[in-house]
């Protein structure tokens, strides 16, 4: 099951670094968010892959699941969101006053 959550986060940051190298001001946004789903599934994977353990240790119990990898992906759900839709505003504000969402447009004339 491992190996099949590091193939999916390395498809993700494949993904989302060919979407961070185009042009379009969309595209940049949708790869960062590409790249934050990676590391999830990254730090889920390396917290171990343990089905149907408890998460918390108890005296019965002989294997358990660390809680830790979870609060930190919990976390970092919270602030990828809130980045996401920053950028996601920002993008909308800059198409609105230039009339488009190409970044070498979005650079301004070099005579100015």
């Not at 379009?24 to 730090?43: E, N, W």
Request: glycine share 8%; aromatic share 8%; charged share 15%.
């Amino acid at each position: 099951m491992e190996i099949v959550m590091c193939i999916l986060a390395g498809s993700l940051f494949a993904a989302g670094i060919y979407m961070l190298l185009q042009k379009q001001l969309l595209r940049v946004i949708l790869g960062t968010a590409l790249l934050s789903h990676g590391a999830h599934l990254f730090i889920l994977t390396m917290g171990k892959l343990n089905r149907g353990a408890p998460p918390v240790l108890e005296k019965a119990a002989e294997s358990y699941t660390d809680p830790l990898p979870q609060a930190l992906i919990l976390t970092s759900i919270v602030i990828s969101f809130g980045v996401t839709s920053f950028l996601l505003v920002l993008a909308y504000r800059a198409y609105q006053t230039n009339h488009t969402d190409r970044m070498d447009e979005l650079k301004g004339l070099e005579d100015e």
